[in-house]
Protein backbone atom coordinates (compact mmCIF):
# COMPACT_ATOMS: atom_id res chain seq x y z
CA UNK A 1 0.00 0.00 0.00
CA UNK A 2 1.51 3.56 -0.98
CA UNK A 3 1.42 6.48 0.91
CA UNK A 4 0.71 9.99 0.25
CA UNK A 5 4.35 12.25 1.70
CA UNK A 6 3.98 16.51 0.71
CA UNK A 7 7.05 17.85 0.47
CA UNK A 8 8.40 21.40 0.01
CA UNK A 9 11.05 21.84 -2.24
CA UNK A 10 13.19 24.82 -3.44
CA UNK A 11 12.11 26.23 -7.02
CA UNK A 12 15.43 25.10 -8.64
CA UNK A 13 15.29 21.64 -6.95
CA UNK A 14 11.48 21.35 -8.65
CA UNK A 15 12.81 22.71 -11.68
CA UNK A 16 15.54 20.13 -11.53
CA UNK A 17 13.03 17.13 -11.03
CA UNK A 18 10.29 18.04 -13.76
CA UNK A 19 13.62 18.14 -16.33
CA UNK A 20 14.40 14.45 -15.04
CA UNK A 21 10.85 13.49 -15.29
CA UNK A 22 10.30 14.83 -18.65
CA UNK A 23 13.66 13.53 -19.95
CA UNK A 24 12.99 9.75 -18.65
CA UNK A 25 9.19 10.20 -19.44
CA UNK A 26 8.87 8.68 -15.78
CA UNK A 27 6.43 10.75 -13.16
CA UNK A 28 8.23 12.95 -10.47
CA UNK A 29 6.88 10.84 -7.55
CA UNK A 30 8.73 7.71 -9.26
CA UNK A 31 12.28 9.99 -9.31
CA UNK A 32 11.58 10.93 -5.94
CA UNK A 33 11.42 7.16 -4.81
CA UNK A 34 14.27 6.04 -6.65
CA UNK A 35 16.08 8.61 -4.90
CA UNK A 36 15.13 8.33 -1.18
CA UNK A 37 15.29 4.75 -1.76
CA UNK A 38 18.78 4.97 -3.12
CA UNK A 39 19.83 7.66 -0.36
CA UNK A 40 18.29 5.34 2.28
CA UNK A 41 20.95 2.50 0.90
CA UNK A 42 23.90 4.58 0.83
CA UNK A 43 22.91 5.60 4.51
CA UNK A 44 22.63 2.32 5.82
CA UNK A 45 26.07 1.37 3.91
CA UNK A 46 27.51 4.30 5.91
CA UNK A 47 25.85 3.52 9.91
CA UNK A 48 27.61 -0.23 8.80
CA UNK A 49 31.16 1.83 7.89
CA UNK A 50 30.77 3.46 11.00
CA UNK A 51 30.14 0.93 13.31
CA UNK A 52 32.58 -1.37 11.94
CA UNK A 53 35.10 2.13 12.27
CA UNK A 54 34.38 2.37 15.79
CA UNK A 55 34.57 -1.07 16.47
CA UNK A 56 37.55 -1.61 18.42
CA UNK A 57 37.35 -5.62 18.14
CA UNK A 58 37.23 -5.30 14.53
CA UNK A 59 40.94 -6.11 13.09
CA UNK A 60 42.92 -3.64 11.27
CA UNK A 61 44.86 -4.68 8.50
CA UNK A 62 47.43 -2.93 6.17
CA UNK A 63 46.68 -2.12 2.65
CA UNK A 64 49.98 -4.65 1.78
CA UNK A 65 47.88 -7.27 3.88
CA UNK A 66 44.51 -6.75 1.97
CA UNK A 67 46.36 -7.15 -1.71
CA UNK A 68 48.05 -9.79 -0.71
CA UNK A 69 45.00 -11.36 0.65
CA UNK A 70 43.50 -10.44 -2.85
CA UNK A 71 46.34 -12.08 -4.62
CA UNK A 72 47.22 -8.88 -6.18
Do not use: C, W
Not at 37 to 51: G, K, N, R, T
Amino acid sequence: MNTAISVRLPKNLASQLDSIAKETERPRSFIIQKALESYIEDFADLQIALDRLHDKGDEVISSKEMRKSLGL
